[in-house]
Every structure is written in C-alpha cells, then in structure tokens.
C-alpha cells in the first residue's frame, strides 16, 4: 500500500489542504513523506459523517459489531512486514518490539470482540414491577449501558500501534458503539495511515456506515482544539504529555456542554525498596530494575523513575549493582526529536538540583537522537524539598530517594503525586511493620504492585491503567483492558416499556443469555413474566 | 432536641462567629431560629479531621459500616414527629409528604446497608498468574472498587429529607468508605441540624472515627467554594440549580488537582404525546399530567415542564381538559421566597415570548410565597426559534408545544438539552411509525419511560438519575438508586500480591462469599490456588 498522506474520512481519501508536513526517521535524522493537514471543511465533513455513522451504528448488535472489530485485526495483519518497517523506520523502536506490539493490538481487538459476544459488559439491572406495592405501586425498570456519541482519540508516540490509531482507546469506543476520529500522532504517520486505511477497509467490508472510522493529520493546538470544542464531539481519549492533557482536558471543561477528557499523561511510578528484600537480594532486584528502568528506552508511561529506600548496608550495594548495570546499557533512538530533546533537558534539569549526584549512567555512542541511561540520588530531605524532582523525565531516567528512616520515607510517600502505578518491593515477613507505607503508596496509585516491575501492563479485565490526577484526569476510569470500554457509555434506564419494545440485553426472555442483576440477584435466567 | 444553631464538627458542636443567618417559615414568612455560620478556622478544623478519619473508615469492613448506616436510619426515626414538624415548617411540605420522604429516607441508608453486607458492589475481577504463557509469564491481578477520600455533599432544598443531610448523596458516599461533610442547605437549617446530630450520635455509638460526617452552615459562595477547592477533598455531589452546579463544577476543573463534581441540575422532562395515545384517553391522559405538574408544588428535577404533540382534534381535546383540571389546583406555599420570586418571573417571562398563550392557570388565594399552577402553548416553529422556551421553570408550570406533523416534532426532540427524564406516551402499535422519535427521545435523557408519569424517582438498583448534559454534569453516573456509590470510588489494581496480603475482597477464598469476575467468569466460588 503506498502512503499517499492524506486524511482518512471516513471511507474516502482527501487532501484538500496544500499545507503539509513530513514524517521522518529519527535513527537516520531525514525526513519522510508528506502529509497533508485536515482543513476546517474536512474536519467538518469528517464530523457530520462521525454523527449519522451514530445514528446507525450504535443500533447494531453487539455480533456485529464484534465482526467489525475482527475484521480491522485481520487487516492489520494482512499489512504484514510493510506495518512493522514503517513503524520500525517512524519510531526508531527495534523490530522485535513492533511485532510484539502489533501482537498486543490485535488482541486487544479480539478481546473487545469476545466482550461484544458474551454481550453482559453491558451490566443489565432490572427491577420488575410489583404493582402491588403500598403505598405507591413499583414501576417495572431496566438499565443498561449505550454508547455517548462520537469519541476523539489522540494516538500516543511511544506506542504506535498499540496506542495509537487501532489502540485500545479506538478499540473501546468502536466497541462501545461510538463513531471515533483520530488525531494521528504526528511522529508516525505513515504508521497511522497505513492502520487508518486498514480500519477503513475493514468497515466497508462488515458492512460498517460511513464515517464510523476518520483519521485527521494536524496540530494539537489547533485541530485538537477544533475537535475537542465540536458540539458533535461527546468524549476524548488521550494518551500523552501531562501539558497536552489538561490544555485538552480544560477545552472540553470550557464547552457550553462540557465533555469528559479520559487524558492518562503518565507519571514517575515510585518503587519503594524495602530493607528486608534488600537484604535477600541486593543484587537481583538492581538487575531487575535497571532492565525495566531502561526497557524501550524508558519510554513508557509506567517506567520506574523514582526508586525509594531506607538508607543502609544493603541499599549500599544495591546501588552498586544498579550503577554498574546502568553503565552497561547501550544508547538507543528515541521516539521523535521533541522527546530526545526533553529527556536531554529534563535529565540536566534534574542533575542541577541541590544534593543531587549522579550514581550512574549508560555509555555514550554517536547516533541520531540516542537516550543514555541515567540514575542519580538525593536525600530525603532535598527530595522533600524539592517539587522539581517529583516530575516525571520520560526516557530511561530514576531517581534514587534514599531516606534516613521509615518515618521519612512515609513522608516522601505521601508527598508525592497521584500515580499509574506504585511498587512495594519486600520480603512477605517485613510488610507487618510497613502497614502505613503500603496503604499511602495505594492510596497514590491506580495499580499496586508486589515485588514486580510495572513496566508490563497486561491487557485483560482486572487491569487499571489510571491514577488519581496527575496521572490521569478520572481516577474511576482505565484506559487498559476490558473496563476500558466503560469511559464511553451512559447508564439508559427504560421504564414501563413492554417487552416486544426493549433492546434484547433487557427482555424478559434474555435472548443473549447474558448475566444481569434482576431485582438484586446476578442472574443468565430469563424471567416469568 | 433543642436546635442550637451550631455546626456539627465531627462529635463536637461549634459556633465560633457571630455571624448567623435565621430559618425561616415560608408558610407564616417569619423567621425562626439563628444558625451560625462556619468560620474559616471552624472549616479547616473540620476538613482535617475528615483526612484523619478517612484512614481509619475506609479500612472498615462493609458490616462495620452498614451498622453505621442503619443506626443513622434508626436515630432518624427516634426524632419521629421532632423532625417531621421541623421539615414540615421550615419547607411548607405537608406532612403526609414529609412522612413519606423520611421513610425514603430511611430505607435509602437501609439500601446501602443490604448492599455493603451482600459485598458484590466492589465488582472484584481477578485474573490469576499464568507463569508458563510464552513470550512472557501473565501476572496475577486483582482489582476492586475503593473510596476516593471526603465527599462534600451540597443538601437540596426540594427534598429536606431525602436529598439533604442523609440523603442519597451522604448514604452512598458513606456506603462507599468516605467521610461526608455537608453543607446545609439555607432553606431547611433546623431540619439539617437535627438529621446531622442524629447522624453524629449513630457514628459514636458503633465506633466510627470521629470526622467521619460534619456539617456547615455558610453560604454557597464562600463556604460551598472554599470546600470544594480544598485539597483534602476527593468529590462533591450536588442537586440543585444549574447556576450552583456550574459554580462548583468550573471550580473544581480549575483546582491544581481537578476533582469530580457530580452535579444534578435538573432538566424540563419533555412528555411526548403520539397521537394513537390522545386517541385513546386524552381526558385520564391530561388528567395525569395535570396531577404530575403540580405534584409537591411541582419542585421536582423530574416534574414535566414540555408536553410536545401535533396537532390534531386530539390534541385539542387533552388541552381542554387539562386546562380544566389546572384551573381546579389550589395553589400552595412553595420552598423558599428564592424559589417561589423565580416560579413567579420564570412563569412570566415564558408567558411574554413570542406566540405563547396561557393554556389554563391555577386558582389564586390569599397566603404567603403561593405557587399556582400554569400550563401555556406555543407552536413548534415559535418553540424552535427561542431558546428562551428551552430553559425549567422550576414549580408547577408546563408549557405545551404543538407541531405541525412528525417532522417538527422530531426536530424539536433534537433541539432540546439533555434530560434527566424523557417520556413516550403511545399506544403499543403506533410506535412502528415513530421510531426516529423513540430514538430522538432516548438519546437526550438518562431515562425513558412509556406510559407513566416522570415524578417518581424509585430507589433501586436499576434507577438512572443523571441525563447528558445540562441535567446532569456527568451522564455516566447516578445520584440516586445503588449505583449512586459509583461516583465515590475507584478502582485499585493489586498485582501480585500474597493472598495473607490480599484485601478479603479479592482473596483465593473468597471469604465474603462475593461475586466476582475470575478470568473472565462471574462467580462466588473461592480459587484453587
């Protein structure tokens, strides 16, 4: 398939703008192809076909739409090595990666079709009537979930596909029942055409209506603006800078009818070291980390960037075998220039602060925008002190806190802001006398974890992936996994209406054999009516 | 129980101003007793111990907090005819209403208590490890709901009972392991004292920490601010008036940390009346409606202020008798002089638009802030070109829209704002040919009814009572109804974690014997593991 630049709306091809940008290779530092910017008319044109593409098809069945979810699996696959080059070339990232990664984004649409297909996601609660009832008669009542309307999703750069144009934001609100248009991320847009054009594919083949798929090329101030403020625009999914975000999450807050924004803008993920697992296994644990600091150029939203610890013999040698790991990390490219950029300053900035010194870093290496592994350590008190370290500096950077005691490194805990994830490394016995430290590092973070690394963040029903603020704008919302979906649809409470009128998730008869709570009890029998 | 006019601070009672405001007997239009307001101190004092308390509740099994909710429910009926004549002066209301809204109450508390000791509400999902999955091992993950933090809930004037003090806002927000702190509202200050005391006493006598419920007496726009952007607070629940809403709400976005305000502002309930239905019974049809329209003086969210119909013999006839039966309504004391000077310019402006006629009007009388009914007509083409016509008229006022055919009709459906309430009334077999506007009519409400009238807001687990957007601030939650808990919580993914370690929620064992997803199946039976 030839990259031809142009914007996806719908199932046409449009380039009306003579305005453009290229795409570009930040290994080999040139630039790529052209691609032209969404006009106001096409964004506009992409819009109204976003709204009537509603009217039909958040009426279709959940089979069918499952069908649609399928078919986009299967043509990102029939892209085959063409996909992974270009997201390999766009994004620096190795290949190995970008095959994994495609793995995870043809999964993550197979699970939101098998979710369609078992169809309870929906959460059905029925209160039949009790007419009966003194003093007033009970009215027959039942609810379900149905789509808000059409959604925008801002592809994030350090997951092309994954996160990106069929990434899990895309593949919860199709699944919802929602028209979505993306923004494409502006460091792989070959990438995002070549998905987009398979998306588009895939609809017209299930039957899908025009305009339930559109992906626009242009700037964040200005069509992400545009989008965010359209009336026809009922929900945002974004996944990027905490800056991007909330100018993003503000907008919507500004509209006449204000909108959610589900904005996840990352965050420094702390990792508390306890004594006791220090002592077990000083050496294993640094092992560990230095990997996940380091994984994929530390580009991920949960990469470990603050590493908090008791001072001591074993936090001694702990730091040893991390600063000798780091050492032996080799440079690799990084997404696009701007992050390269920001990870250069970010970490300088850091490194500047009073009481920080350097333990360790990666070897340096010619190259077009390499990220070096960086750690470096503070005190408690300077951490303290100090609101500077406690923003996140996304690539493979960590920060080690190393506090004088508990009652500090509790402080520390509590200082910190809301997380993704926060991480308790221990040996089982110890955690009886650090209660007050794992319920403040829960109460930071979306996702607690054991003696693991949160680099890994698994695609299935029980993951949260969104903390309380900064790291996400809704706490009560994720935007991995299953739940993912439930950013995108309203409770609908029908009351009073006879049988042969209610969607199937609510009939009397249960056609879809779904689980339901009816009048209380979670149930798959239908009810004798 | 003598009024004191002080605020409640967690077990203590405080009055450290001078500054007080008087209750007030809308029926008599005198006042009654001072009430002093919060001072900055007093609201510092009060908040911190809401923190404090909040790391002790939420560690609270479900039991321990349902004893709490049911001893609030007892000490509530133990202030019997105290409490009832209290609301009975200071809202106007009858008693059979005030009697009949205190056993909502009452079972509402009784409601959260049934749900926290059944447990499921937590929607534990667990997906167990898979150490062999190639390429890499599948971790355990165990995610559950948990509170948030101190809820501020805002008491609505219309019920001074059931959405006020111990109303559905407090109860789920409890139910759910946050601290509440209330902010009385001005129009029912005795009734509110008595509740909260009621609500303190029942937290000392089961143990609960103190700060765990206060309430305040202040004005809207400085102590209703100052609480919502304090840093301790997590959420704010809201009913009331779209300008109070709206205040909080921007507020809140505007907070270095945004939180959540879940704002029920109301909405005008448009009625659609099909023509098989005017048909059929157009008198016991407006006979209903007109009963439905001045129902409690006609303050409800839901009370239907748009009636919209074509025009037809029909109709005519439904108007005659509605008209009719309006001029029968004696009119009643209204809530407060704010809400009855509003009924009365609100009334007024609507009759001054463009080709709006009077319908019918209620009997006037002599007494003291008296609400007579009102029902006024208007074309759909008039009714589309003013916005004005658009807006509540809170209290027993309606306006008919009468379209020309089913085309206007359904375009006035599109015009109109969000819902909480939309409602169908037809004959089974004529709604084949209205389809688009069964859609239209689902599309802006959080629930639809057929055949029924919209007042009555059943507490269930299947109610919806929040609609898109202005009639609700978020329409993926509810304030009333079991789900009303969702606003208050989060979830919080456990990964890896030991079962000794697991919260009993989400243990192998199971031992509340809860339901809950485990890989991808619902289930109360305990893991092999």
Request: charged share 20%.
């Amino acid at each position: 398939m030839v990259v031809q630049g142009k914007n996806i709306i719908g199932f046409s091809l449009s380039a009306a703008s003579e305005e453009f940008v290229n795409s570009y290779d930040p290994r080999e530092a040139r630039t790529l192809e052209k691609f032209y910017m969404a006009t106001k008319e096409e964004i506009e044109e992409t819009l109204q076909k976003a709204a009537k593409a509603f009217e039909v098809y958040k009426q279709f069945p959940g089979s069918k739409k499952a069908d649609f979810l399928e078919a986009i699996a299967d043509e990102i696959l029939v892209l085959d090595d063409e996909l992974v080059q270009m997201a390999v070339k766009e994004s620096g990232l190795p290949e190995a990666r970008i095959i994994g990664e495609r793995g995870r984004t043809v999964g993550q649409l197979m699970l939101f079709a098998q979710l369609l297909r078992e169809g309870s996601w929906v959460d059905a609660i029925i209160e039949t009537a009790q007419l009966a009832r003194e003093p007033l008669p009970k009215p027959d009542i039942r609810k379900m979930l149905v789509p808000v309307g059409p959604v925008v999703v801002f592809a994030a750069s350090n997951f092309p596909l994954a996160f990106s144009t069929a990434g899990g934001d895309t593949a919860s609100a199709l699944a919802a029942g929602n028209p979505v248009i993306i923004k494409a991320h502006m460091s792989h847009l070959g990438t995002n055409e070549l998905v987009a054009r398979a998306i588009a594919k895939a609809a017209q083949n299930t039957g899908m209506p025009d305009g339930v798929f559109s992906s626009l090329n242009g700037r964040g101030s200005s069509l992400g603006q545009q989008l965010v403020m359209h009336p026809v625009v009922k929900s945002v999914g974004f996944t990027g800078s905490f800056t991007g975000g909330m100018a993003l999450y503000k907008a919507a807050a500004q509209r006449e009818d204000p909108i959610p924004v589900f904005a996840e803008m990352g965050s420094v993920n702390p990792v508390i070291l306890l004594p006791g697992k220090l002592k077990a296994s000083a050496a294993e644990t640094a092992k560990q980390y230095a990997g996940s600091i380091t994984l994929g150029v530390g580009q991920f939203c949960t990469n470990p960037g603050l590493l908090l610890a008791i001072e001591g013999e074993e936090l001694k040698s702990f730091l040893e075998t991390l600063a000798s790991e780091i050492q032996e990390v080799t440079p690799a490219t990084m997404l696009n220039e701007g992050i390269w950029k920001s990870y250069q300053s970010g970490k300088v900035k850091v490194l500047e602060q009073i009481g920080v010194t350097l333990l360790g870093a990666g070897a340096e290496q010619e190259g077009n925008h390499l990220g070096s592994a960086a750690v470096a350590q503070v005190s408690g008190e300077d951490f303290l002190d100090n609101p500077n370290l406690h923003e996140e500096v996304f690539g493979p950077f960590s920060l080690v806190v190393k506090c004088t005691d508990k009652e500090q490194l509790l402080k520390v805990i509590r200082t910190i802001k809301g997380q993704l994830t926060s991480t308790i490394m221990a040996e089982p016995g110890e955690l009886e006398d650090y209660q007050d430290i794992v319920r403040a590092a829960s109460d930071v973070a979306g996702r607690l974890l054991f003696n693991g690394v949160p680099t890994g963040v698994e695609v299935c029903h029980a993951m949260q992936h969104g903390g309380p603020f900064p790291s996400s704008t809704d706490s009560r919302f994720t935007s991995v996994g299953t739940d993912a979906i439930k950013r995108f649809v309203r409770p609908l409470a029908l009351q009073g209406f006879p049988e042969e009128m209610l969607p199937d998730e609510v009939k009397n008869s249960n056609p879809l054999g779904i689980w339901r709570k009816v009048n209380g009890e979670l149930t798959r029998d239908a009810i004798n009516g």
